[in-house]
């Protein structure tokens, strides 16, 4: 079965970079020809397409989000890592990592699994 978990700190304050990992258990970031994301959802508000790599390493990114962000991996972890730096108070939201079978995920049916997600708030 396959399972993806996010990790990282819960709390981060302004300016800082705020940085998550996924760990996939039941599929594998390097073989899977998927599309390995990051979504999030501020309070209030509907999801936002994030970023994306894929199996060879090419990764994608939000324009909105692009100068702040950063999805690399660790295949001998089976992981990946989102970095976004500079974070404000609205960069406060749920994160999710997922298995999209898309570049942009808009909407939970383009991703056939999630994590659970992480809130993050950003706050001094």
């Known amino acids: 079965q396959v399972q993806l978990q996010e990790s990282g700190p819960g709390l981060v304050k302004p300016s800082q970079t705020l940085s998550l990992t996924c760990t996939v258990s039941?599929?594998?970031?390097?073989?899977?020809?998927?599309?390995w994301s990051w979504i999030r959802q501020p309070p209030g508000k509907g999801l936002e397409w994030m970023g994306a790599i894929t199996n060879s390493g090419s990764t994608y990114y939000s324009p909105s989000l692009k100068s702040r962000t950063s999805i690399s991996r660790d295949t001998s972890k089976n992981q990946f890592t989102l970095q976004l730096s500079s974070v404000t108070p609205e960069d406060t939201a749920v994160y999710y990592c997922?298995?999209?079978?898309?570049?942009?995920?808009?909407?939970?049916?383009?991703?056939?699994?999630w994590g659970q997600g992480t809130q993050v708030t950003v706050s001094s």
């Open positions: 997922a298995r999209a079978y898309t570049i942009v995920v808009r909407s939970t049916r383009e991703a056939d699994y």
């Open positions: 039941g599929a594998s970031i390097t073989t899977d020809y998927y599309y």
